[in-house]
């Protein structure tokens, strides 16, 4: 393969665009990653910043979505126990009781997924 702007052998390829790259071309970056110019480390430092917000949006959703529903499984308990001194119909007792355990099984499930981004970052 020969290098995008020269008639050179292609040592790299820029990891922004795509573009073949011959040994006076390739501009390594700090990640020791090779670009062709500075714009293309200009947008590849961008779409580090960009992933590195997503993947910090998503632990804290994660975070939040694990306390809704262990907020969600208490009131269900809740609802179970008062079903059964108030309302004491089986089937709410065992549906509400039902969605209590499903709820704090969810919100373990996502406090794992929150752990395990955190440790991750």
Known sequence: MKCAHHENEAVAICVHCGRALCASCAQPTAGQRMVCSDSCAT????NDRAMQLILQKSYQNARASAFYCFLCGALSAGGAVGANYYL?????????AGCSVVFIASGI?????????????
């Open 43 to 46: 947008a590849l430092s961008r």
């Open 109 to 121: 499930w996502y406090g794992r997924i929150a752990r395990k981004q955190s440790l991750d970052s």
């Open 88 to 96: 004491p119909m089986p089937f709410l007792i065992w549906f509400t």
